[in-house]
């Protein structure tokens, strides 16, 4: 049983930075994908990024796509996820996602494990 724990959240003015962890506990870090998600209120949880089990692979959805960046340190069996030129709508509950899989995903279903969350908010 893995453990998630996010940190890092916060408010921020539109433009701005905000980089996001993630700390796990509780099973071997570099056998798991990591990924990013978010929800907005009222609306679906939403895929943001995704690092492979060694780092050497990421994905990203579209929309974040060169403005942010995931990342992992296994050595401390943590995952960030760096936030830059943030925009109103990306206002969310921001969580992280670990998966036991081989092969990195987008959907919600494919990871096994979840941390609570840290809210992002983005002002106008």
């Known amino acids: 049983q893995v453990q998630l724990v996010e940190s890092g959240g916060g408010l921020v003015q539109a433009g701005g930075s905000l980089r996001l962890s993630c700390a796990a506990s509780?099973?071997?870090?570099?056998?798991?994908?990591m990924g990013w998600f978010r929800q907005a209120p009222g609306k679906e949880r939403e895929f943001v990024a995704a690092?492979?089990?060694?780092?050497?692979?990421?994905y990203y959805a579209e929309s974040v796509n060169g403005r942010f960046t995931v990342s992992r340190d296994n050595a401390k069996s943590t995952v960030y996820l760096q936030m830059n030129s943030l925009k109103p709508e990306e206002t969310a509950v921001y969580s992280c996602?670990?998966?036991?899989?081989?092969?990195?995903?987008?959907?919600?279903?494919?990871?096994?494990?979840w941390g609570q969350g840290t809210q992002v908010t983005v002002s106008s």
């Open positions: 996602a670990a998966d036991r899989g081989y092969d990195i995903g987008a959907g919600p279903d494919e990871y096994d494990y």
């Open positions: 690092i492979w089990k060694n780092g050497i692979s990421t």
């Open positions: 509780g099973g071997t870090f570099n056998r798991y994908i």
